[in-house]
C-alpha cells in the first residue's frame, strides 16, 4: 500500500503561483510513476501531468504546458508540481496519484492504482 498526501493548494489572483507538494508513504516511491489530475465542480477528473521514477521524463497536457512543471524527490518521498500564471479556468481539485505500471506518460486515470485526498486550488480573476 502507498499513501499519498497532497499539500500546497489554496486561494491565488489570476497570473500568481503555487507549489503543490504530494507526500508518499508506504511502499518504495520510487517503484512508481506519478500523476497530477484535476476535477473541477461539474467537469470530470481530467489529466494534468505525469513523470516516470526517475523524473526522466515529464508529460503535460496541452492547457497547462509551459505554465505548470512537475518534479519529484526519490530521497524525500515527494512529488511537486509547480503552477505559474495561473488562471480561473485553472479552479479546481488537485489530485496526485501512483502509477506502479506506467512510464510517466499515462494520461489515463483508470490505471494509476493509488490516489491522495486531493487539495483544492482556487483563482480568482
Known amino acids: 500500500q502507498v499513501q499519498l498526501v497532497e499539500s500546497g493548494g489554496g486561494l491565488v489572483q489570476a497570473g500568481g503561483s503555487l507549489r503543490l507538494s504530494c507526500a508518499a508513504s508506504?511502499?518504495?516511491?520510487?517503484?512508481?510513476?506519478m500523476g497530477w489530475f484535476r476535477q473541477a465542480p461539474g467537469k470530470e477528473r481530467e489529466f494534468v501531468a505525469a513523470?516516470?521514477?526517475?523524473?526522466?521524463?515529464?508529460y503535460y497536457a496541452d492547457s497547462v504546458k509551459g505554465r505548470f512543471t512537475i518534479s519529484r524527490d526519490n530521497a524525500k518521498s515527494t512529488a511537486y508540481l509547480q503552477v505559474n500564471s495561473l488562471k480561473p479556468e485553472d479552479t479546481a481539485v488537485y489530485y496526485c496519484?501512483?502509477?506502479?505500471?506506467?512510464?510517466?506518460?499515462?494520461?489515463?486515470?483508470?490505471?494509476?492504482?493509488?490516489w491522495g485526498q486531493g487539495t483544492q486550488v482556487t483563482v480568482s480573476s
Open positions: 513523470i516516470s521514477r526517475s523524473g526522466g521524463t515529464e
Open positions: 508506504g511502499r518504495t516511491f520510487s517503484r512508481f510513476a
Open positions: 496519484a501512483g502509477d506502479l505500471y506506467g512510464s510517466g506518460t499515462n494520461t489515463n486515470s483508470d490505471t494509476y492504482e493509488y
